[in-house]
């Protein structure tokens, strides 16, 4: 299609981007500037956000979410204004990007919301990608990659997918290169937990235990091998999440979500992140299937998924 000279044309770039599990989550001590330090390995599962960033002859950026959303969007109150992490990597590109135009980005929820999984950070990340073709800015992954760094700890990961080590605030990103496909349940929850409040009770936690925390340098090398290998078995039994028992203390229902996904033939259970996911571990892909079944039938919210998969993709860029 050719645009008429002079006449404003619109077009739109449709990115998608996944959410994450947290294979493994090492917390360290509350550091003085009120963050912690984390070592992580995250892996880009197939449970995706999708954003359509418009131009618009009006400047200004503009958010709405998509009916094709498979999250209940009556039940989470998502910002569609300056507070959304989509809107702030818009605003971001527009300051580095020589030929912004306004944009209306529309988001089509799939990752739960406020689940540990990232998904706002695969709003995030799959905008940037999708202005960064917009405007034609002509940015590499590496500079997007820092520019997500901005935004949170996840974006960067998100945009890259695959499987990677996060140190210091999860920002701080190593590849791992992972062929071997290991195969998910995700048990999602019809509400959210706040990361800080989280992150917070884990240090009330330790501070009635008396325990000091390390500073974590890295991450267990078996973990990496175990991904590497696609032996589930060998990944059950070193799978780790120091925030697992925080998130359980303020909602105790989890505990019951892995007993549950066990005794229906999960090889192990984990609460994603800052949860309230959670994430069971199943042998191979029909396994995974069935126990998603069976999870169904029990009234529980469950998807079989996989990962690694590669991160943010341009999937469509039309003129309109």
Known sequence: MTARPGRFTARTVRVKAPG?????????????????????????????EEVAATSTETPGITISLSPDSTVDLDSVDIPLDGNNLAHKAAAIM?????????????????????GGMGGGSADAAATLLACD???????????????????????????????????GLGDKLSPALVKAQTHWVLVTADYGLSTPEVYRTLDRLREAEGVEADEPTGVDPEILT??????????????????QRAA??????????????EA???????????????????????????LAEELR???????????PVPGARIMSDTLI
Do not use: C, M, Q
């Not at 991904?227 to 925030?243: H, I, K, P, T, W």
């Not at 229906?264 to 995974?288: E, K, Q, R, Y």
């Open 20 to 48: 994450k599990v947290n294979v493994s989550l090492d917390v360290g001590p509350l550091r003085p500037d009120g963050y912690h330090s984390v070592a992580s390995v995250y892996l880009a599962v197939s449970l995706y």
């Open 94 to 114: 527009a300051d580095v990007s020589e030929h912004s135009t306004g944009v209306h980005l529309e988001i089509t929820k799939r990752v739960p919301v406020a």
């Open 248 to 261: 359980i203390k303020l909602s105790p229902s989890l505990r019951d979500t892995l007993g549950i996904g």
């Open 133 to 167: 073709a917009l405007w034609n800015s002509g940015l590499s992954r590496e500079e997007l990659a820092h520019l997500a760094a901005e935004l949170g700890a996840d974006v960067p990961f998100s945009l890259l997918g695959g499987t990677a080590v996060g140190l």
């Open 264 to 290: 229906h033939g999960a090889i192990a259970g984990i609460v994603s992140g800052s949860g309230p996911t959670v994430a069971l571990l199943a042998d191979d892909s029909v396994a995974a299937e069935g």
């Open 226 to 243: 175990a991904l590497r290998s696609g032996d589930a078995e060998a990944l059950s039994r070193v799978l780790v999440n120091d925030l």
């Open 297 to 307: 039938r029990r009234g529980l919210s469950a998807l079989a998924v996989h990962g």
